[in-house]
């Protein structure tokens, strides 16, 4: 099947708390509409939009849940726009954090939150199933907000078939800088999502602030296929990002099995703490700069795998684009990852915060186009890197802080890898 275009709309609204969501439906509704009637064939509303994403110590009526999903219904039939609304869902007595697939038909499909977020596992339970959803649209592979830091999530579900990454997220935001909120997802991963499966990806979040205790950082997002932000938008108020994309046959074409791992030959881990020099070049006359500046390894474009630690693994390209390559390798005791790059810079740079954080691991990108070689941390934040004539950059490695996975309180990054595993 050939690429078509489609437009689509991704509906970012400012929080509202649970109790004023009766107050607030007629207005979020409108706004939907508002997309739908603009010629939108496909809109995306935020995570935890129906009732709210705070759900508090109350049980939620599903006959509130019933009359808004109602209302979008009537909102398909008249415009024949596809909506994927964030909202609760019952399932018997379990209760979800989903992305609800409506058509004029009904709610034809929906994806529940599988990587629960902090709190998220006081009110739903976890999701188990990643199929994409049918619709007249085509294949829309849904996910929910911090599943999109898993990257065998989506990468799944374009495998089986998802023509199209849609994303109702409620992205938080610690607010360590108001005029600059920050949110790894948004600022980073969501264009390397696009990118590394081939397909365009929509993710429509909030603003403002819900229970007073949390902060949303906007930023809803459309991606091209090649990984390019063609609509976003601001970090406060409420608007409509609006943009065209193709969908169809994913741009990326997976073999069934990952690229190859180069993993270090040693048997020995590698020490609790360390420091490392990088190199962009191979230079024996930086070997003395290094000892100086006490560092146990030299990381450079000569490095060799059977010198190193059996934790240590050596990528080209192939492997580092590839969502999955890397996942078995670090379950399986990898703790820092020097990638051989070819890559465009900014994408090298992408790529390489987004699997260091994603992996909670170290990455260290010797960057050939750039002539640079630069360190991230589990974190995703750049530790050092080399520039001009700055030829010798070095970091502190930390063991301690590959084996802490949790990337929030009760959220385990290594427990969501392995269930995906699982589902895969």
């Known amino acids: 099947m050939s690429a078509r275009q489609i437009a689509v709309a991704a509906v970012q609204l400012r929080a509202h708390d649970r109790a004023a969501f009766t107050e607030r439906w007629p207005e979020i509704r409108a706004r939907i509409a508002a997309a739908a009637e603009d010629r939108a064939g496909l809109v995306i509303v935020p995570e935890g939009t129906i009732p709210a994403y705070v759900i508090g110590e109350e049980p939620v009526n599903p006959q509130l849940l019933a009359s808004a999903l109602h209302d979008l219904i ?4 008249r415009t024949s726009a596809v909506i994927v609304i964030g909202g609760g869902r019952f399932a018997g007595e379990r209760f979800f954090n989903s992305g609800l697939v409506v058509t004029e038909r009904g709610v034809i499909g929906s994806a529940d939150k599988c990587f629960l977020w902090h709190f998220d596992e006081r009110w739903y339970a976890r999701g188990s199933t990643l199929e994409p959803v049918d619709t007249p649209l085509g294949r829309l592979g849904v996910f929910v907000c911090a599943d999109g830091r898993i990257p065998t999530i989506a990468s799944t579900l374009v495998d089986r078939g998802a023509e199209i990454l849609v994303m109702p997220t409620a992205w938080v935001t610690s607010g360590r800088d108001p005029a600059a909120l920050e949110n790894i997802q948004a600022d980073l991963m969501i264009a390397v999502r696009a990118r590394e499966n081939g397909v365009p990806v929509v993710a429509a ?12 950082c906007g930023k809803s997002t459309i991606a091209a296929a090649d990984g390019t932000i063609v609509a976003r938008g601001s970090q406060e108020g409420e608007e409509i990002v609006r943009a065209s994309v193709a969908i169809g046959p994913a741009l990326v074409r997976r073999d069934a099995v990952p690229p190859a791992v180069t993993r270090g030959a040693q048997p020995a881990p590698l020490p609790p703490r360390a420091r490392i020099a990088i190199a962009a070049l191979h230079d024996p006359t930086l070997e003395p700069m290094a000892r100086y500046s006490d560092a146990g390894l030299t990381l450079d474009p000569h490095v060799d795998a059977s010198a190193l630690s059996h934790e240590v693994a050596i990528v080209e390209d192939e492997a580092m684009v590839d969502p999955r390559a890397l996942v078995a390798p670090r379950l399986g005791g990898v703790r820092l990852v020097v990638w051989h790059a070819s890559l465009r810079s900014d994408w090298t740079l992408a790529f390489a915060r987004t699997r260091a954080a994603e ?5 260290v990108a010797i960057d050939a186009p ?22 010798l950059a070095q970091f502190a490695f930390d ?3 590959t084996e802490s996975w949790l990337v929030a309180p009760r959220t385990d990054v290594r427990a969501a890898l392995e269930a995906v595993e699982a589902l895969r």
């Open 205 to 216: 979040n909030k603003s403002g602030t819900e229970a007073r205790s949390v902060l949303y």
């Open 359 to 363: 992996l909670r691991c170290y990455v």
């Open 74 to 77: 009537q909102i398909s039939a």
């Open 399 to 401: 063991g301690a802080r």
């Open 370 to 391: 750039g002539r640079r070689a630069f360190a991230v941390d589990p974190d995703g934040v750049v530790l050092c890197g080399t520039s001009g004539d700055f030829a």
